[in-house]
């Protein structure tokens, strides 16, 4: 199961928000690129990355950076944050990245995610925001009022290489994952799915690495790792473990 520590990026800044809340943030003092670094010294090999600053303008306003991580260290990334354009993803790919993060545009408009998918043939993952069952868009502030599970029965043969299946209500929160309803969406999904929100500790890690299940394809930890709840060094343990 692959380990995503994950980067969002908010004024050349890292940052982690509190159940995607751009008014409840906490900033630290690594800048992205050296954060970037610090998690390829400790041996992780993949990346999550979200541009906060993407999904405020739906432009690639951190492009510079992700450039400078790709061209740096030798880690697959996953990137995401207002990627409303074919323009947009084939910037990111242009940059090396392994995997360009599609929401609200893509779940607002199935033909876009639909011909994204054949131009970017296995490149591009989906990211699905769950609240109480139903997908959040737009920065998780609209509720579509549409179950995750029926979005997902739709679009399961567009080409979708992965999905990033977060619970709102646990990101940030640092309560456990929601393994239930992960396992749930990876039964459903033709294509491997990522766990996202709420890990809290070294224990969350080894329950999903316990499910045993060759859908999920791996967790991002992100909050956890900035408070000091999981310490770098036993996280690498991780990387390579058997469950």
């Given at each position: 199961m692959k380990i995503f520590p994950a980067i969002d990026i908010k004024d050349k800044k890292c940052v982690r928000l509190i159940k995607g809340n751009f008014?409840?943030?906490?900033?630290?003092?690594?800048?992205?690129?050296?954060?970037?670094?610090?998690?390829?010294?400790?041996?992780?090999?993949?990346?999550?990355?979200?541009?906060?600053?993407?999904?405020?303008?739906?432009?690639?306003?951190?492009?510079?950076?992700?450039?400078?991580?790709?061209?740096?260290?030798d880690l697959k990334i996953e990137i995401g944050g207002g990627v409303r354009s074919l323009d947009s993803i084939k910037q990111y790919v242009d940059t090396g990245v392994e995997k360009v993060i599609l929401g609200?545009?893509?779940?607002?408009?199935?033909?876009?995610?639909?011909?994204?998918?054949?131009?970017?043939?296995?490149?591009?993952?989906?990211g699905l925001d769950e609240k109480d069952g139903n997908l959040s868009v737009s920065g998780w502030k609209e509720n579509l009022e549409i179950k995750t599970t029926d979005f997902l029965k739709e679009i399961n043969d567009f080409g979708v290489s992965r999905i990033i299946f977060t619970d709102i209500n646990r990101d940030g929160m640092k309560t456990s994952p929601n393994l239930d309803e992960s396992v749930k969406i990876a039964g459903l999904s033709n294509c491997p799915v990522v766990i996202s929100g709420g890990v809290s500790s070294i224990n969350d890690i080894k329950k999903a690495r316990e499910l045993n299940n060759n859908k999920i394809e791996g967790i991002i930890v992100g909050k956890a790792i900035y408070d000091g709840d999981i310490k770098l060094d036993e996280l690498a343990k991780e990387i390579d473990a058997k469950k």
């Open positions: 008014e409840n943030k906490t900033e630290y003092e690594t800048s992205p690129i050296e954060q970037a670094a610090k998690f390829k010294d400790h041996g992780f090999k993949n990346l999550h990355i979200v541009d906060l600053d993407g999904a405020l303008t739906g432009k690639t306003v951190n492009l510079d950076i992700i450039e400078e991580i790709v061209s740096k260290y609200s545009g893509a779940i607002k408009n199935k033909e876009f995610l639909k011909e994204s998918c054949v131009k970017f043939k296995g490149q591009i993952a989906l």
